[in-house]
């Protein structure tokens, strides 16, 4: 029981010390700021991979998003405005501006591109 507690201690003082080290995103300072796609360094590329109207959701698969401080990847995404959906659909090339909103990921701003 000791050494399940210590080791316990350990992994919780790492993660501490982890969130604590410069540069690690945050998602609520990433939230707290949002410049809604004005910033063109915090615009990524993607490619839409489905498009969920119902859920009010899209999956892209995209190059880093450096205002998140994510690299490239496929997820899915919420959207700030419903509206955005009837713009893209699947294999659609688009710029997009993704922000963290109310704790998930969301996408602020999107447009095709050629």
């Known amino acids: 029981m000791k050494k399940l507690i210590v080791a316990a201690l ?13 540069g690690v995103p945050r998602p609520e300072a990433a939230g707290g700021h949002a410049n809604h796609g004005g910033d063109p360094a915090a615009l990524a590329d993607g490619v839409v ?4 109207r119902s ?16 690299p490239a990847m496929t997820m899915g995404f ?3 405005d ?3 959906l009837e713009r893209v659909k ?19 701003n999107v447009e095709r591109v050629n």
Do not use: Y
Not at 12 to 21: D, T
Not at 49 to 52: I, Q, T
Not at 55 to 70: D, K
């Open 90 to 108: 699947t294999g659609d090339k688009v710029r997009f501006h993704a922000d963290v909103v109310g704790g998930a990921l969301t996408v602020m």
């Open 78 to 80: 919420e959207v700030g």
């Open 49 to 52: 991979l489905a498009v969920n």
């Open 55 to 70: 859920a009010g959701n899209v999956t892209i698969s995209h190059g880093p998003l450096l205002n998140l401080g994510m």
């Open 10 to 22: 350990v992994a919780g003082f790492a993660a501490f010390a982890w969130w604590l080290l410069p």
């Open 82 to 84: 419903p509206a955005l």
